[in-house]
């Protein structure tokens, strides 16, 4: 169905007369992107029932993940915008679909960073339930690694080892087996107890985290739990894997850990996927060193 769709919505463009084939091209390329990743994560292609914020959002972050620039997410945006447009025109859906998602236009240099206060409240889960012990164990793991979502979900229960405080993920590259904090072992520990209470038959081949049916958490399900924190608390920066990840990075620098560990930490190929960290560093490092002048303290002359 997507190669037909894809050549209508070609056409569609071409006779609007208003875009250039670069533009159009460039239009192509992120539909197809939208649809393989359709097909990768088993969604239906034979409707549009995906077609929502809630999606559009998840994809956002998963380029952001793939660490595409603020400019291809823009313009990604546009793409579904005008592909919406595109469906509605040609009755192919009932109504316009209205998808709202923000980008900055540099994302560099506006990240959204937690304060270690707010990371307190995000990480201060009341534990009741099997689901409490599991995002109280998530958000934990999220602060001490900043794990992706991908390879969160996909850890399975005898990737972790509480007695010695270590923890092995699968990445593109090869597993990789890191250390975990004290708190996070903890959460671990507890939500591995709670989780071996209500399914006793759990075998160590299972996925860590379950949903509340006692199936694998899907993405999805995973990008609802930090929604739902958000809401909680009633943030008002958005809470999301992505700047969850980019405040434990600021954290650690700003605490004089080494930037080759960080980059070792959060399993980033090489030392300059740091550089827009250290940019933000700079940027506060200044507004400090403004908020704090020895001017302030010093008396305005009488004329």
Excluded at 194 to 223: A, C, M, T, V
Excluded at 241 to 263: C, G, Y
């Amino acid at each position: 169905m997507s190669e037909t769709v894809l050549k209508n919505f070609n056409e569609y463009l071409l006779n609007r007369k208003e875009f250039s084939t670069n533009t159009i091209n460039s239009y192509d390329r992120d539909l197809k992107k939208i649809f393989l990743y359709l097909e990768e994560k088993g969604y239906s292609t034979q409707d549009y029932s995906w077609l929502n914020e809630e999606f559009i959002s998840r994809y956002i972050d998963y380029l952001r993940e793939k660490e595409y620039s603020s400019a291809t997410l823009s313009r990604t945006i546009s793409t579904v915008h005008i592909f919406v447009e595109y469906l509605w025109f040609e009755k192919i859906i009932p109504n316009r679909v209205n998808i709202e998602v923000h980008i900055d236009k540099d994302e560099h240099a506006d990240l959204v960073i937690f304060t270690r206060q707010e990371i307190s409240k995000i990480l201060a889960i009341e534990t009741k339930n099997l689901m409490n012990y599991r995002d109280k164990a998530i958000f934990e793991l999220s602060y001490s690694i900043g794990i992706k979502p991908t390879e969160c979900i996909n850890i399975e229960l005898g990737d972790v080892n509480t007695n010695i405080g270590y923890i092995k993920y699968k990445k593109k590259d090869g597993y990789r087996t890191v250390p975990l904090n004290r708190e996070c072992v903890e959460a671990l520990e507890n939500y591995i107890v709670e989780l071996k209470k209500e399914y006793p038959e759990i075998k160590d081949n299972s996925k860590l985290f379950l949903n509340h049916d006692g199936e694998s958490i899907s993405r999805q399900g995973f990008w609802k739990i930090f929604k739902k924190r958000q809401q909680d608390l009633g943030l008002t920066k958005e809470l999301n894997t992505m700047n969850f990840r980019n405040s434990l990075a600021i954290h650690l620098l700003e605490d004089k850990v080494p930037a080759e560990e960080v980059q070792e930490l959060l399993g980033l190929k090489n030392i300059h996927s740091l550089k827009l960290y250290f940019s933000s560093l700079e940027g506060n490092k200044s507004k400090r060193m403004m908020m704090n002048h020895p001017r302030k303290t010093i008396k305005k002359k009488k004329k």
